[in-house]
C-alpha cells in the first residue's frame, strides 16, 4: 500500500545526493581535525557517485556506472596519498589542526 | 518495497552524514562514516548497479574507512576536538550560507529538468545483450564497456594505483638520520 | 648624370666616415686634403648634374630621386628623396664649390692644430648635413639636415673649447637656434594637417586657405630668423665668431646662415597665397635688422665681429627681398654675398694668420705691403660689398633695392641707408687693416710673440681659394644682369622653381642713387680714418649691439629663471608626485589584497565554496537554467 503511494523516481535519488552534498561541503568547511575533513571530502565524492548511478539508471547508459568505477578508483589512491602525508605532517606535531598548517600565509 | 527500502537508506546515509559532520570523536565520525558508506550501498542495489555496491562495500567501507582507523589508532589523534570554539568568527555563517545554497540551487535544478526527454544512448550490442541478461547482466555489461571503450582509462588508473603507493611510501616513511626530509614542519603546536 | 644626385650627399658622408675610422691616422695634413677631395668630387657631380639638367628643357628640370621610404606610419608617408631641380642645383654647386675653397684654405689654417682631423670631421659632416637640407624633397629631410648644420655648427664654434668663451658661444648657437627650430616644426605640423604630406611638390600645389598658407610661412619664417641670423635671434651668430675663422666664411656667411633663406623660396608659391601682411612681416624685418646690424659694425674692433654683423646685416637684404617677393633676387644675392663674404672671412683669416692670431683691428695697419694678395683679394671683396659696379655685390643689392622700392619706398630708403653705413664700415675696415701706421709693434710686447713678430703672406693653400673668390666676386655679377630678359640668366633659371616677379619701376635711376651712396660711404670713411679730418663717432652703446645681448641675458637670469624653476618645481612634484603616488597607491592595494592569503585550508575552501555557489546562481539568472 505504500508502495502504491509513490515509487521513488530519479528525481529523489538526485536529491539525496544534492543535500549529502552538502552536508559534505559544511563538513570541510568547519572541521578542523584533518581526518574528518577526509571524511566529509568521501562524502562530497560517494553524492556523486549516487547521482551518476541514478542517471546511469535513468538514461539506460552503462557509462554512468563506469564513471563511478574510475571515481572509486581515484578516491581511494587520493586517500591513501591524502593519509600518508597527515601521518607525516601528524608525526611531528601529534595534535596539529589544519588551522595550525598556515605556512602558506602571506 | 522500493520506497521503503529507498527511505530506510536514504535514512541510513542522512543520519551517517551528520554524524560525520558534528562528532567530535574521530572514531565515532569514522564509524558514522560506515553507515553513510553502507546506505550508499544499498542505493546502488536499489538502482541495479549490483557490482558498484559490491565494490562499495569492500573498497569504500571495507578499505578505506580501515585505513582511516588505522591511522587514527596509529597516530593516537583520538582526543575529542573542540566544536564550540571556532577562530574564525565569519566561518559558520558562511559555511551555512554555502551549504544551504548549494542544496537550494542544485534541488531546484533538479525539480526544473523532471521533464528533460532522454537522450538516445546508443551502446554497442554486446553491451546491450549484456544488459539484459538476468542474472550476472550488470557486470557483464559493465566490464565490456570498461574494458573495450575505456581501457585506456583502466590501464592509466593501474598506473595511478602505483603511484600513489609509491608516493606514500615515501611521504610517510620515518627519515634516516641525516636524510631529506619532504615534510619539515617547524612551528610547535600551541 | 642627373641620378646621380645621390652621390652629392653620399660623397662628404663617406668623408666623415672614413675621417671617423681613420683621421687620426691620417693626419695633418693628409685628413684636409682628403675632406676636400670628398666636398671637390661632389662639387664636379654637382656640374655634372648641372649640366645636365641645362641640357633639358626647363619642364623636365626637376628629378626626383627616392632613395627609400623613411616614414610609412599610417597617413603619414616621407621618403627619404632627393629632389633635383633648378633651386637646389643652384644652391648645391655654390655649397660644394665654396666648400671645397674653404677645406683648402683650412688645411693651411688649421695646420699644427692638436684635433687637426677632428676638424675635417665636422666640416664633412656639415657638408652633408647641408646638402641634404638644399636637396630635401620633403620638409622632414630639411629639418634633418637643418638640425645637422645646426649641431656641426654647435661642434665647430665650440671646436676650441677649452676657452669658456667658445663653449659657451656654441651653446648659445644651439639654443637660439632651437627657438626658430620650434618654428620650422609647427610649419611641418601645419602642413601635414592641411594638406596631408609634408612633400614639397604637394604642399606648393595644393590649394592652401589664406590662413594655412600665412601660417605655414611666417612659422617657417621663425625658423628662418633662428638659422639666419634676423631679429630677434641674431645674438648668437656675433659669438659665433669664436670658431676658427673657416667655419665663420664656410657656415656663418656662405652657407649655414642662408639656409633660411633657401627655406623661405623653397616655399615661395605658399608665400605668394598667404595674407598680405606676411610679407610685410618678414620684409620689415629684414630691413630692420640690415639697418641695425649696419650700425653696430660701425663700431666693433675685432675684425672678425665687423664681418659677422656685416653678414646679419646682408642676411636682412635677403629677408626683405622675399618679403618684397623678389625671390631670385634673394637668391642672386645669396649667391654673390657667398663669394665676397667668404672671401672676406677667408682674408680676414689669412690677416689673422699672419698676424699670429691678432684680432684687434686697432692693432694692425699698413699690412698691404707685407701681404699683397690678401690685401687685394680683400679689397676685391670691399668693393664687392660696397656695391661698386661692376663687382658682383653691386648687380644683386641693386636688384633688391629695386623690388623694396616696389614694395614702399621707406623700406628702399632703410635699405639705401644701410647700404651707405655697409660702405662705411667697409671702407674703415679695410683703412684699419691695410692702410695707415702699422701699429702692431706697439703691441708686441704684451704679445709675447713667438720669435717672427713680422706679418707674413700665408701659405699657398690659403691664398689659392681667396684669388679664386676674388675672380668670383668680380665676374659673378654676369649670371643676372638686368639689362635684358636673356642677361637675366639667373631669373630665367630659377623660373619654373620660384615664384617670379617683374619690377615697374624704373631701373636707372634707382641704380644711379644706389652707387652714389655707396661711394658717399666710402668717402666718409676714408675722410674720418684715413685723413684724419673728422672725428670717429663710435659710440659704446653701438660697440654694444644696443645692450640686446644683456637684455636677453637679464631676462633669462630674472624671470626666466624663475620660471624654469616653477617648471622644474612642477615637474617634480605633480608628475613624478602622480607617478609614484601611483606607486604607493599600488602598494597599499597590495599590502591590503594581502590579507587574502591567510594560509588557512578552511578559508580558502570557504572561498571556494562561496565561489561555486555564485558561479551557479549565475547559471540560473543569466542562462536560465530554471
Not at chain 3, 117 to 139: D, E, I, Q, T
Not at chain 3, 363 to 383: D, E, N, V
Request: glycine residues 8%.
Amino acid at each position: 500500500m505504500i508502495a502504491a503511494i509513490a515509487t521513488p523516481t530519479t528525481t529523489w535519488y538526485l536529491l539525496l545526493g544534492a543535500v549529502l552534498f552538502s552536508i559534505g561541503v559544511i563538513g570541510v568547511m568547519v572541521r578542523r581535525n584533518p581526518l574528518i575533513l577526509f571524511m566529509c571530502v568521501e562524502l562530497m565524492l560517494n553524492a556523486v557517485n549516487l547521482t551518476f548511478v541514478a542517471l546511469a539508471r535513468r538514461f539506460g547508459d552503462i557509462g554512468g556506472q563506469s564513471t563511478v568505477f574510475f571515481v572509486m578508483v581515484v578516491a581511494a589512491a587520493e586517500v591513501v596519498v591524502g593519509l600518508g602525508i597527515v601521518v607525516a605532517i601528524l608525526r611531528r606535531k601529534p595534535h596539529a589542526t589544519t588551522d595550525d598548517m598556515a605556512e602558506l600565509k602571506g | 518495497m522500493e520506497l521503503f527500502v529507498f527511505i530506510v537508506a536514504a535514512a541510513m546515509v542522512l543520519v551517517g552524514a551528520v554524524g560525520v559532520v558534528v562528532r567530535k570523536h574521530p572514531v565515532h565520525a569514522a564509524l558514522s562514516l560506515v553507515m553513510t558508506l553502507f546506505g550508499i550501498a544499498v542505493l546502488f542495489v536499489a538502482q541495479e548497479a549490483h557490482f558498484l555496491a559490491a565494490v562499495q562495500v569492500i573498497v569504500y567501507a571495507g578499505a578505506i574507512v580501515v585505513l582511516f582507523l588505522f591511522v587514527i589508532m596509529l597516530l593516537g589523534v583520538d582526543n575529542a576536538e573542540d566544536l564550540h570554539i571556532e577562530p574564525f568568527r565569519v566561518q559558520r555563517p558562511v559555511a551555512a550560507a554555502v551549504g544551504s545554497g548549494l542544496v537550494t540551487i542544485i534541488g531546484l535544478a533538479i525539480i526544473a529538468s523532471r521533464k528533460a526527454t532522454v537522450p538516445v544512448v546508443t551502446q554497442s550490442q554486446a553491451v546491450q545483450d549484456a544488459a539484459l541478461d538476468p542474472h550476472d547482466g550488470n557486470i557483464r555489461a559493465l566490464a565490456r564497456d570498461v574494458f573495450s571503450d575505456h581501457v585506456l582509462a583502466f590501464e592509466l588508473t593501474s598506473v595511478l594505483l602505483v603511484i600513489a603507493v609509491v608516493a606514500t611510501v615515501m611521504l610517510a616513511r620515518k627519515p634516516k638520520p641525516g636524510e631529506l626530509v619532504i615534510i619539515e614542519t617547524p612551528v610547535s603546536v600551541k | 648624370m642627373l641620378d646621380l644626385v645621390w652621390l652629392i650627399p653620399a660623397l662628404p658622408l663617406a668623408g666623415f666616415i672614413c675621417i671617423l675610422l681613420f683621421g687620426r691616422k691620417l693626419g695633418d695634413p693628409k685628413a684636409g686634403y682628403f675632406a676636400t677631395a670628398m666636398v671637390g668630387a661632389s662639387f664636379l657631380v654637382t656640374v655634372g648634374v648641372f649640366a645636365d639638367m641645362m641640357s633639358k628643357t626647363a619642364e623636365e628640370r626637376s628629378h626626383l630621386r627616392t632613395l627609400f621610404q623613411w616614414i610609412p606610419v599610417g597617413s603619414l608617408k616621407v621618403d627619404l628623396a632627393l629632389l633635383a631641380d633648378p633651386l637646389s642645383i643652384t644652391m648645391c654647386l655654390f655649397v660644394t664649390g665654396i666648400g671645397t675653397l674653404i677645406h683648402l684654405y683650412a688645411v693651411g689654417y688649421m695646420h699644427g692644430d692638436s684635433k687637426f682631423s677632428k676638424f675635417f670631421l665636422y666640416l664633412n659632416l656639415f657638408a652633408f648635413s647641408m646638402l641634404m637640407l638644399v636637396l630635401g624633397s620633403n620638409m622632414l629631410v630639411t629639418f634633418l639636415g637643418w638640425e645637422g648644420v645646426g649641431t656641426c655648427s654647435y661642434l665647430l664654434i665650440a671646436f676650441w673649447h677649452q676657452k669658456d668663451s667658445a663653449a659657451t658661444a656654441g651653446k648659445k648657437a644651439f639654443i637660439t637656434n632651437r627657438v626658430g627650430d620650434w618654428g620650422f616644426m609647427m610649419a611641418m605640423f601645419f602642413a601635414f594637417w592641411a594638406v596631408g604630406s609634408l612633400d614639397y611638390s604637394v604642399i606648393n600645389h595644393s590649394l592652401l586657405s589664406t590662413s594655412t598658407a600665412t601660417a605655414i610661412a611666417l612659422f617657417c619664417f621663425i625658423g628662418a630668423c633662428g638659422k639666419s641670423a634676423q631679429l630677434p635671434l641674431y645674438l648668437w651668430l656675433p659669438d659665433a665668431m669664436e670658431g676658427p675663422t673657416p667655419v665663420s666664411a664656410l657656415i656663418h656667411a656662405a652657407t649655414m646662415v642662408t639656409a633660411g633663406v633657401y627655406l623661405m623660396c623653397r616655399i615661395s608659391p605658399v608665400l605668394e597665397i598667404a595674407s598680405n601682411y606676411a610679407g610685410w612681416i618678414i620684409a620689415i624685418i629684414g630691413a630692420a635688422t640690415a639697418f641695425y646690424a649696419a650700425t653696430i659694425a660701425v663700431a666693433q674692433n675685432d675684425i672678425k665681429k665687423v664681418l659677422a654683423y656685416s653678414t646679419v646685416s646682408q642676411l636682412g637684404y635677403m629677408f626683405l627681398a622675399v618679403g618684397s617677393g623678389a625671390y631670385t633676387a634673394a637668391l642672386f644675392h645669396m649667391i654673390t654675398h657667398a663669394f665676397f663674404k667668404a672671401l672676406l672671412f677667408l682674408g680676414a683669416g689669412s690677416v689673422i694668420h699672419g698676424m699670429h692670431h691678432e684680432q684687434d683691428m686697432r692693432r694692425m695697419g699698413a699690412l698691404r705691403k707685407l701681404m699683397p694678395i690678401t690685401a687685394i683679394t680683400f679689397i676685391i671683396g670691399w668693393l664687392a660689398i660696397a656695391g661698386v659696379p661692376p663687382f658682383a655685390g653691386f648687380w644683386s643689392k641693386d636688384e633688391i633695392l629695386l623690388f623694396a622700392y616696389d614694395k614702399s619706398p621707406i623700406l628702399w630708403f632703410v635699405g639705401l641707408v644701410t647700404a651707405l653705413l655697409t660702405a662705411y664700415y667697409m671702407t674703415r675696415q679695410v683703412i684699419m687693416v691695410f692702410y695707415g701706421k702699422a701699429r702692431w709693434n706697439d703691441a708686441h710686447e704684451e704679445h709675447g710673440a713667438h720669435g717672427d713678430t713680422e706679418p707674413h703672406e700665408s701659405p699657398w693653400m690659403m691664398v689659392t681659394p681667396l684669388m679664386v673668390l676674388a675672380v668670383l666676386s668680380i665676374v659673378g655679377g654676369a649670371i643676372n644682369l638686368p639689362f635684358s630678359h636673356t642677361t637675366e640668366r639667373l631669373v630665367t633659371w630659377l623660373e619654373p622653381v620660384v615664384v617670379v616677379r617683374e619690377s615697374t619701376t624704373a631701373k636707372l635711376p634707382l641704380a644711379i642713387i644706389a652707387i652714389v651712396v655707396g661711394l658717399v660711404g666710402i668717402g666718409l670713411a676714408i675722410i674720418v680714418y684715413a685723413k684724419h679730418r673728422v672725428k670717429a663717432i663710435e659710440p659704446q652703446i653701438l660697440a654694444d649691439a644696443w645692450g640686446y645681448d644683456r637684455a636677453v641675458s637679464n631676462f633669462m637670469g630674472g624671470p626666466g629663471r624663475q620660471a624654469f624653476d616653477g617648471l622644474a618645481w612642477a615637474d617634480g612634484h605633480v608628475v613624478d608626485g602622480a607617478v609614484n603616488g601611483t606607486g604607493a597607491l599600488v602598494r597599499s592595494i597590495a599590502g591590503k589584497v594581502r590579507k587574502l592569503q591567510t594560509g588557512n585550508v578552511r578559508t580558502y575552501a570557504a572561498a571556494i565554496g562561496a565561489g561555486v555557489v555564485l558561479l551557479l546562481m549565475w547559471f540560473v539568472v543569466v542562462r536560465g537554467i530554471l
